[in-house]
């Protein structure tokens, strides 16, 4: 991937040869910033023009999910009551270990597409709800190892794809060609449609960050292995598109950093840090740096990642909406109307966890009746990447 020095503009390797400059719109649903490119001009007349903004502005709420299930051989139960109970719509499973290429309807009206080579290894497949059976426009089967569907939903376009690393002991082409097919897939998908990636990459960073200090964090558990090294060296690696590097970073690297700050009342000082680290690491993946002066939008825009702290509000409602929705008597949602005896401390007061959520609805525009129904608070404290 390059990179071109020049104030304002970063190639975007999705449109090839075409500079974009990335502008954030905060006002349109189901995204939380919608990225436009400055430099071409707009076709068609005022009627055209409107309906391709009212398409940007849809929503669409689903609940997509990845698993391993080892062989599905005898679980198409199990599965389907997993999914139904967890109310999950779209399901991207590996090492199915079925042989063929064909779409089989499992338990409860859920239907299976998959794809495989051998009975005894890999495979992989994508599981739909019964009403996405008749959505589905294209479906791509690479290989054993990487899948993908193409399915329009209420007029949005989505790309779901599953894929299956190749795991401890495999032979290092294999390794590189799994890799190459899912850049490939990543890049045939056309700009303005959604794409979500459900994989098991079989890899662990393992502890510590020596090395990798711009993309990884300190805290992990046991030794890195070479599918981990792997994992962190796409976000390294110039022969990656800024597109895939920008959808491993949100499937590996950002819910760590997510990970239990829905329920922390975060002080804007903390906020910004965060930012400045998730930053650092786009920079650092991108391969550039603070001397290029290539503003934090354009960075966002290349990558089409979010604000992280966008993210956290989000998370941060979506948990309080959780707990709004529980009897009156649950302990989690007593706790959050406790007032605590005395008088506060001298200086300034720390920031309680209900001044951060009322601070977040606020923004959002809505309220706590409003948690109550479950859908409507989802599209609500809806902020999606670009």
């Known amino acids: 991937m390059r990179i071109v020095s020049t104030l304002n503009f970063i190639p975007d390797r999705s449109r090839p040869w075409l500079t974009m400059t990335a502008i954030g719109a905060g006002d349109?649903?189901?995204?939380?910033?919608?990225?436009?490119?400055?430099?071409?001009?707009?076709?068609?007349?005022?009627?055209?023009?409107?309906?391709?903004?009212?398409?940007?502005?849809?929503?669409?709420?689903?609940?997509?999910?990845?698993?391993?299930?080892?062989?599905?051989?005898?679980?198409?139960?199990?599965?389907?009551?997993?999914?139904?109970?967890?109310?999950?719509?779209?399901?991207?499973v590996q090492e199915t270990r079925w042989k063929?290429?064909?779409?089989?309807?499992?338990?409860?009206?859920?239907?299976?597409?998959?794809?495989?080579?051998?009975?005894?290894?890999?495979?992989?497949?994508?599981?739909?709800?019964?009403?996405?059976?008749?959505?589905?426009l294209e479906v791509k089967r690479v290989s054993d190892r990487v899948m993908s569907l193409k399915?329009?939903?209420?007029?949005?376009?989505?790309?779901v794809v599953s894929g299956y690393a190749p795991h401890v002991g495999c032979e290092l082409e294999e390794k590189e060609r799994f890799w190459s097919e899912l850049d490939e897939v990543i890049e045939s998908i056309p700009t303005g449609e959604r794409v979500v990636i459900g994989a098991d990459f079989n890899g662990h960073v393992g502890e510590?960050?020596?090395?990798?200090?711009?993309?990884?964090?300190?805290?992990?558990?046991?030794?890195?292995?070479?599918?981990?090294?792997?994992?962190?060296?796409?976000?390294?690696d110039r022969k990656i598109s800024a597109r895939i590097k920008g959808k491993v970073y949100k499937t590996v690297v950002r819910p760590a950093m997510l990970y239990g700050l829905e329920t922390v009342a975060l002080r804007k000082r903390q906020e910004s840090e965060l930012e400045v680290a998730e930053l650092k690491m786009?920079?650092?993946?991108?391969?550039?740096?603070?001397?290029?002066?290539?503003?934090?939008?354009?960075?966002?825009g290349t990558a089409h990642v979010g604000r992280l702290g966008d993210k956290v509000r989000e998370a941060r409602l979506r948990w309080f909406g959780h707990v709004q929705r529980r009897d009156s008597v649950y302990i989690?949602?007593?706790?959050?109307?406790?007032?605590?005896?005395?008088?506060?401390?001298?200086g300034r007061p720390?920031?309680?966890?209900?001044?951060?959520?009322?601070?977040?609805?606020?923004?959002v525009g809505a309220g706590v009746e409003d948690a109550e129904d479950r859908d409507r608070w989802r599209v609500m404290i809806r902020c999606g990447d670009p």
Request: net charge positive; aromatic share 6%.
């Open 28 to 92: 349109l649903q189901g995204a939380g910033v919608n990225w436009a490119t400055v430099g071409r001009r707009c076709r068609g007349g005022r009627k055209v023009r409107r309906q391709r903004e009212k398409r940007k502005g849809k929503s669409v709420g689903l609940r997509i999910g990845t698993l391993n299930v080892g062989t599905m051989t005898g679980k198409g139960r199990e599965l389907a009551d997993m999914m139904a109970r967890r109310k999950v719509d779209i399901l991207c």
């Open 350 to 363: 720390k920031r309680r966890y209900m001044e951060v959520i009322n601070e977040d609805m606020k923004l």
């Open 282 to 300: 786009l920079r650092f993946s991108l391969g550039v740096t603070k001397l290029d002066r290539i503003r934090n939008e354009y960075i966002r």
């Open 100 to 136: 063929g290429s064909k779409a089989h309807s499992i338990e409860a009206g859920f239907k299976l597409f998959y794809y495989g080579v051998d009975s005894k290894r890999n495979g992989v497949g994508v599981v739909l709800k019964k009403e996405f059976g008749r959505n589905v």
């Open 208 to 236: 510590g960050n020596t090395g990798d200090e711009e993309v990884m964090g300190k805290f992990g558990v046991k030794e890195r292995n070479l599918e981990g090294q792997m994992v962190s060296g796409v976000l390294c």
């Open 332 to 346: 989690g949602r007593r706790m959050l109307d406790v007032e605590l005896p005395g008088r506060r401390q001298r």
């Open 151 to 159: 399915l329009e939903i209420e007029g949005v376009m989505l790309n």
